[in-house]
């Protein structure tokens, strides 16, 4: 891609003069590579070991020791777990849902269709300016924002399902703010086989978050006694976020641990530029549709399992049907959540490791996995649900194969782009 080219200054390829390797918090990050005393492109050091002199080289281009960088990692970890809580908490409860607002499947599977659409359209938007401005002060702005559109989501009366569509649409405003923009901070902090484990850390909140959602949402009405307390959860605990994000991260150069000093340093490119770069990339094009049906399959399971799970058991004859009026009591959501949870580090871990060992050998090891975890997983997920109207125990099952090789796609499909 254009931009992970080293260009003259003054060659910028369009008119966007937008500063997009600056705007870090502070002005004591360290002198940017390629200033006297910083040799190569992570600085060099007086040791002789080529680990201590990677650490005291980033440390001194991003201003932040190897602790605080963690720590910041952990922060950016925290509030992607509670992102996909937050996302997925109206899937276990959707039941509920449909008896309180008295409407069906196709009338409950807009609250998704709503918040994707959204999520969609405004990521691009928010990855434009996170190019171009501060991006700690942009997630505080989104995380708060999505946290209270989710408390005033809770509290909608009955004859108003609309209102719960527009906030929910509301809702993929705040995540996009946060999901598009954190893992640049990461990719600004770390080099190489660094990068790519913190990363891998990041994305284990996805199907460990998503998990939480469920059983939070259930286990919260349960004690409740009331579905709405389970949004009410989540907004909390993004209070927290906000003050986390806010008193512990800081702003990194953009972009400054790519440089080197043996090249011309980055100039700033226009965004259409950018664009063009990209579509003229085939592994980008190619992973971004794949990818695109990871998310849709994981996203229809994510919705609708609970509820399947539910049902099945109904037509098994182990748990009556909701009556209208009454509350959808079930262990579905609890233990498709734990499921969720536990498939989601097996697979992120397994992908990781398969990868990296492939690697040594063969150097497109990263979309074979990828490819493999695929193929492999839909005949679990078919078969999954060929075995419900027979054993929910081997339905179960099948889910925990098939979702632990989805999940093996989510950190590598970061590392690649």
Not at 292 to 298: D, L, M, P
Not at 304 to 314: C, D, G, I, Y
Not at 405 to 413: E, F, K
């Amino acid at each position: 891609p254009e931009r992970g080219r080293a260009r003259p200054p003054g060659t910028m390829s369009g008119p966007d003069p937008a500063p997009f390797l600056s705007q870090a918090d502070d002005t004591d990050d360290g002198p940017a590579p390629g200033t006297p005393g910083l040799p190569g492109s992570l600085g060099s050091s007086k040791s002789e070991d080529p680990g201590v002199a990677d650490r005291e080289g980033l440390q001194r281009i991003t201003g932040l020791s190897p602790r605080r960088s963690a720590l910041v990692v952990a922060v950016l970890c925290y509030i992607n777990l509670l992102n996909y809580m937050d996302r997925f908490t109206v899937a276990g409860v959707l039941p509920d849902i449909e008896q309180f607002f008295s409407i069906g499947d196709s009338s409950s599977g807009l609250i998704q269709t709503v918040f994707i659409s959204s999520y969609m359209v405004l990521a691009p938007v928010f990855g434009y300016l996170g190019d171009r401005y501060n991006r700690k002060y942009l997630m505080c702005g989104g995380i708060a924002f999505w946290s209270l559109v989710t408390l005033g989501s809770s509290f909608i009366p009955r004859e108003r399902f609309w209102l719960l569509l527009l906030t929910r649409g509301l809702v993929g405003v705040g995540e996009a703010s946060y999901s598009t923009i954190a893992p640049t901070l990461i990719a600004d902090l770390f080099v190489a086989d660094q990068r790519s484990r913190m990363l891998s850390v990041f994305y284990f909140a996805i199907p460990v978050g998503s998990g939480l959602g469920y059983i939070a949402g259930s286990k919260v009405k349960d004690v409740a006694g009331d579905w709405h307390w389970a949004l009410r959860v989540t907004p909390g605990l993004g209070v927290v976020a906000v003050l986390l994000l806010f008193l512990v991260v800081r702003e990194p150069p953009r972009g400054a641990v790519e440089r080197h000093s043996d090249s011309p340093p980055l100039s700033p490119t226009s965004w259409w530029a950018d664009l063009r770069a990209l579509a003229r990339n085939p592994s980008f094009i190619l992973s971004s549709l794949g990818f695109t049906a990871v998310a849709f399959v994981t996203g229809s399971l994510a919705l609708w399992a609970p509820a399947f799970l539910l049902r099945s058991r109904v037509v098994l004859g182990e748990t009556p049907p909701c009556l209208p009026g009454d509350s959808c009591s079930s262990s579905d959501s609890l233990i498709f959540g734990l499921i969720t949870c536990l498939t989601g580090v097996l697979g992120v871990g397994l992908g990781v490791e398969t990868s990296r060992r492939l690697r040594r050998s063969n150097p497109r090891a990263d979309p074979l996995v990828c490819a493999a975890g695929l193929l492999g997983s839909a005949p679990f997920l078919f078969l999954s649900l060929a075995c419900a109207r027979g054993s929910i125990v081997a339905t179960y099952i099948f889910i925990f194969i098939g979702e632990t090789l989805l999940s093996m796609n989510w950190a590598i499909v970061a590392d690649i782009l």
